[in-house]
């Protein structure tokens, strides 16, 4: 485990510089991310890992820009979106920002196909039917097209989810516990078909999780403690995952006796 966070360098996705996030004030004040300065780099498979209360969850919440920084910056290749209003943010999160969550939120009277054209629609932009194609192809859904989220499997559900969130080849994506609603075969099925949608298709992909098999299938993992960058893991393992959160349980045990 090294104990240096990835550098920033060319082909960067997004990254932070000195970013903290302060809940509260005074003496309710609760820091949950202390001048953390990383970046994620284009497409790579990063797994964020870490205890309870770790900062994984409000970084990637950060970094999305689904909230807002008390200080430092965020930057989505080079556009900084700590510097954007509401409203642009939206936009961005709409045209560049793809989204996975635990819950598949799929809507229940569409199809699997319309599903994963929603953005495009929302969005009033056309189709990119090559590349949706090819999505479908990669994720083996053609037989699955027309059928509703109550005709599919947990493990489909998330699949077109994952289809639904690289539909408009967004900069990068960010999932929240992908697996955490799937049998373990189904979890498994989901995040091969993440590692491939990196390796076959370029896409960047930022996941935060708890299962250090499923940190497994990154491309490395950055783990998280008290807020701040606790180390990072290459070519990571479930054995060499278990080990680097032992041992940050060990320096949280070591502090709490000091």
Do not use: C
């Amino acid at each position: 485990m090294t104990t240096t966070p990835t550098p920033a360098g060319a082909g960067t996705a997004v990254s932070a510089q000195n970013l903290t996030k302060v809940y509260g004030s005074g003496d309710v004040a609760v820091t949950a991310l202390n001048n953390v300065t990383i970046s994620f780099e284009t497409g790579q498979f990063t797994a964020i890992m870490g205890p309870s209360g770790s900062g994984k969850s409000t970084l990637m919440h950060l970094l999305a820009g689904l909230d807002s920084a008390t200080s430092g910056r965020v930057l989505l290749g080079e556009t900084e979106l700590t510097t954007l209003g509401d409203n642009e943010l939206t936009r961005l999160r709409r045209e560049r920002v793809g989204f996975v969550f635990q819950s598949f939120n799929l809507l229940p009277m569409f199809t699997a196909w319309e599903n994963i054209t929603l953005p495009s629609e929302l969005a009033g932009a056309a189709v990119d039917s090559a590349w949706l194609d090819s999505l479908v192809d990669t994720f083996g859904m053609r037989d699955r097209l027309t059928h509703k989220p109550h005709a599919l499997s947990g493990g489909q559900q998330q699949r077109v989810a994952i289809a639904r969130a690289l539909s408009t080849r967004p900069d990068v994506v960010f999932a929240d516990e992908p697996t955490g609603n799937l049998d373990s075969r189904s979890g498994a099925e989901v995040l091969s078909f993440l590692r491939r949608s990196v390796r076959e298709l370029g896409q960047t992909i930022v996941m935060v999780t708890h299962d250090p098999t499923a940190a497994a299938y990154a491309d490395q993992v950055v783990l998280l403690a008290d807020g701040a960058i606790a180390g990072t893991i290459e070519s990571p393992t479930p054995e060499s995952v278990m080990a680097g959160l032992d041992a940050l349980r060990s320096l949280e045990t070591t502090a709490g006796l000091s």
